[in-house]
């Protein structure tokens, strides 16, 4: 079976679909039961259980999680999607902002994880962190975004070193852009060389998936966006100058 967080929308739901596809009892989490079963619906998963959670609520994940331990032996994949975005530059970054990011997209994937490794380990089962570019090179106008993902790169990153003690496989994803509801890209998309940069989310999922079966750890979508962690790695000052250029977006 399978947990997928942020399953309402975007690369969750594609991934959910694939998932039931490849025959996987779907657990789908997300903040809004209506949309959760909107989605499950759509993915004709009717087997499907649907947990309507805050995964930035750790009182919310923690009864989730014991929840699902309870129902479910183990877990054979647990797919770390939920996020948000949050586009502010540094200087301007509203403190609750920042907080709220951090929640979702660094604590939600780390205690939804810890709350079900039990699960994982005794399926030794593969933990998905749905992480970014973002988590690599610094973007001038989504300073809490990217921080949360640096953040949570490095956390996943911690987590796969020692997963293997308990034969659990963690594989990283770091997605260049994708349009979906939560990104729609409005700014890339509008010049024609950046348009070329973005990928539709069907793309993205078919990658992951590929990523996942051929055992990979760590996957850039598509995996040209390894080039900017090399150049972040290489000539910091030069991703400073660039990444200063991308104008900020005009999406939620
Ligand atoms: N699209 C891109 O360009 C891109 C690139 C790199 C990485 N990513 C990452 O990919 C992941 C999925 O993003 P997406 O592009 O598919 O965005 P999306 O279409 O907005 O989907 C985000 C999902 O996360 C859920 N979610 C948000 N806050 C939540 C919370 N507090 N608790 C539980 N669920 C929550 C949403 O569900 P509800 O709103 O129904 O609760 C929704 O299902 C994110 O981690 C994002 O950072 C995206």
């Given at each position: 079976?399978?947990?997928?967080?942020?399953a309402t929308?975007?690369?969750?739901l594609?991934?959910?679909?694939r998932?039931h596809d490849?025959?996987?009892?779907?657990?789908?989490?997300?903040r809004?039961?209506g949309?959760?079963?909107a989605?499950r619906?759509?993915?004709?998963?009717?087997d499907a259980?649907?947990?309507?959670v805050?995964v930035?609520?750790?009182?919310a994940?923690?009864?989730?999680c014991?929840?699902?331990?309870?129902?479910?032996?183990?877990?054979?994949?647990?797919?770390?999607?939920?996020g948000?975005p949050?586009?502010?530059?540094?200087?301007?970054?509203d403190?609750?902002?920042?907080?709220?990011?951090?929640?979702?997209?660094?604590h939600g994937?780390a205690?939804?994880t810890?709350?079900?490794?039990?699960?994982?380990?005794?399926?030794?089962?593969?933990?998905?962190?749905?992480?970014?570019?973002?988590?690599t090179v610094?973007?001038?106008?989504?300073?809490?975004y990217?921080?949360?993902?640096?953040a949570?790169?490095?956390?996943?990153r911690?987590?796969?070193?020692v997963?293997?003690?308990?034969?659990?496989?963690?594989?990283?994803?770091?997605?260049?852009?994708v349009?979906?509801?939560?990104?729609?890209?409005?700014?890339?998309?509008r010049?024609?060389?950046?348009r070329?940069?973005?990928?539709?989310?069907?793309?993205?999922?078919d990658d992951?998936?590929?990523a996942?079966h051929?055992g990979?750890?760590?996957?850039?979508v598509p995996g040209?966006?390894?080039?900017?962690?090399?150049?972040?790695?290489?000539?910091?000052?030069?991703?400073?100058r660039?990444?200063?250029?991308v104008?900020p977006?005009a999406?939620?």
């Amino acid at each position: 079976m399978a947990v997928v967080t942020g399953a309402t929308s975007g690369i969750g739901l594609a991934l959910a679909r694939r998932l039931h596809d490849r025959r996987y009892r779907l657990v789908l989490v997300g903040r809004d039961a209506g949309r959760l079963h909107a989605a499950r619906d759509a993915l004709g998963a009717t087997d499907a259980v649907v947990e309507a959670v805050d995964v930035a609520d750790p009182d919310a994940v923690a009864q989730f999680c014991a929840g699902t331990l309870g129902r479910f032996q183990g877990i054979d994949l647990l797919v770390c999607n939920a996020g948000v975005p949050a586009r502010q530059d540094a200087l301007a970054t509203d403190p609750a902002v920042l907080r709220h990011v951090m929640g979702v997209n660094l604590h939600g994937m780390a205690d939804v994880t810890r709350g079900l490794w039990a699960g994982l380990a005794s399926a030794r089962g593969t933990v998905v962190n749905v992480v970014s570019v973002a988590g690599t090179v610094a973007t001038a106008y989504d300073a809490p975004y990217t921080a949360s993902k640096h953040a949570a790169l490095a956390w996943s990153r911690s987590l796969a070193a020692v997963a293997p003690r308990d034969g659990v496989h963690v594989l990283t994803v770091n997605p260049g852009p994708v349009v979906t509801p939560g990104f729609p890209q409005t700014e890339l998309l509008r010049s024609r060389l950046a348009r070329c940069a973005v990928i539709d989310v069907d793309r993205c999922a078919d990658d992951i998936l590929r990523a996942l079966h051929s055992g990979r750890s760590e996957v850039f979508v598509p995996g040209y966006w390894r080039v900017a962690a090399w150049i972040q790695a290489l000539a910091p000052g030069l991703a400073r100058r660039l990444t200063a250029r991308v104008r900020p977006s005009a999406g939620p």
